[in-house]
């Protein structure tokens, strides 16, 4: 089964400083990999994924991810952050063959401080 | 604009009351889903429906019913309603299996008291 991890429940960072937010996956095949953003009693806006290809991926607002097979990871990373990046982000899994569902990390809750 | 629209965006509902969370979508896509996001938990799947006739359950089916009788509407049903399903419900819809065009509505809050 396929199965998603973001290992940072929090994370605050200045606002102009650069972003990491990690996620690992657990799949046997070659998942399709993706980045959503949530605001605040907001749904979920896809910021970028990945399928095939170049393993660098850009998305909207700025953000960028970049896919490791040999680490199994798809983090997430922007340059400068804006204080309206504030929000919770979450990474999610799926495939050709198992792909009737995305499988989705538990989130990260991303604070930014003035 | 076209997308997934959700109602009601908010409810309260009394411990053995039923409801029915509406979800519609205009893009005719065939695959759309209802999800149940808990806090520190992200999104669980509860139901899913690969085209109108055609329903199977999620990771997480237990006091909720689906139908889709047809491509635009996939309403979730709630029987007998418990503090447990205290939740955000999230629709989304799909145009193929790999989830790579996933739209979600805006949610339904729904507290059961």
């Known amino acids: 089964a396929q199965s998603v991890t973001q290992p940072d429940i929090h994370i605050t960072v200045s606002e102009g400083a650069s972003l990491e937010l990690r996620c690992n996956y657990s799949?046997?095949?070659?998942?399709?990999l993706f980045w959503y953003v949530q605001s605040p009693g907001q749904g979920l806006q896809l910021l970028l994924k990945?399928?095939?290809?170049?393993?660098l991926v850009q998305g909207i607002k700025g953000f960028e991810a970049e896919f490791k097979r040999s680490q199994s990871s798809f983090n997430l990373r922007k340059p400068s952050v804006h204080w309206s990046d504030a929000a919770e982000y979450f990474c999610a899994v799926g495939s050709k063959s198992s792909g009737d569902k995305l499988t989705f990390g538990t989130g990260t809750r991303l604070a930014v401080r003035p | 604009n076209a997308g997934v629209t959700q109602t009601p965006k908010f409810r309260i509902l009394k411990i053995g009351q039923s409801m029915t969370l509406q979800c519609a979508q205009d893009m005719n896509h065939n695959y759309m889903y209802w999800y149940r996001q808990d806090p520190g938990m992200g999104l669980k799947l509860i139901y899913y429906?690969?085209?109108?006739?055609?329903?199977d359950k999620g990771e997480v089916p237990n006091g909720y019913n689906v139908s889709r009788s047809t491509t635009e509407d996939f309403p979730l049903r709630l029987e007998l309603a418990a503090p447990s399903q205290t939740s955000v419900y999230f629709c989304?819809?799909?145009?193929?299996?790999?989830?790579?065009?996933?739209?979600f509505g805006s949610g339904t809050r729904l507290t059961v008291v």
């Open positions: 799949y046997g095949a070659t998942p399709y």
């Open positions: 989304a819809s799909s145009y193929d299996r790999s989830g790579l065009g996933y739209t």
């Open positions: 990945y399928f095939s290809g170049d393993t």
């Open positions: 429906s690969v085209g109108a006739g055609i329903t």
